[in-house]
């Protein structure tokens, strides 16, 4: 993955808003991970390419990418899936991610990766 020409660190737009990234597997936290400290967040199965590791055996080695994009003057999160072979669905289903297509990320949103039963939830830092 090679980051567009619109991507932006959102260190350095503080009034734009970051996110916390909670990992629930069965109503039960597993992780938070704050997504404040990089401009992208590459997700997959191999432990040495990607910074949010996603261990299920249906999640491909380079799965999806989390992106800061600068629009209209705030630096907004995005999420792409890398042509991964199992998919990456948001909100339940409700949206199905299309390969190489980025998809705003908006507080609240719930993301599944592969057949993980995992939920990856997005709220935004107040």
């Not at 400290?37 to 997959?44: E, F, I, N, V």
């Not at 380079?62 to 792409?80: P, S």
Request: with cysteine.
């Amino acid at each position: 993955y090679y980051e567009c020409e619109d991507s932006c660190d959102p260190r350095k737009f503080p009034s734009s808003a970051t996110f916390q990234l909670f990992i629930f597997k069965d109503s039960v936290v597993l992780e938070t991970i704050s997504l404040s400290t990089r401009s992208y967040y590459r997700l997959g199965r191999d432990e040495r390419l990607n910074h949010i590791p996603l261990l299920h055996q249906s999640i491909s080695s380079q799965h999806a990418v989390l992106q800061y994009r600068l629009r209209d003057g705030q630096c907004r999160l995005y999420l792409m899936d890398l042509d991964s072979a199992n998919g990456t669905r948001i909100n339940g289903g409700a949206v199905e991610v299309e390969g190489k297509r980025f998809y705003e990320i908006l507080d609240g949103d719930v993301v599944n990766f592969g057949a993980s039963t995992r939920d990856y939830v997005f709220m935004k830092n107040k």
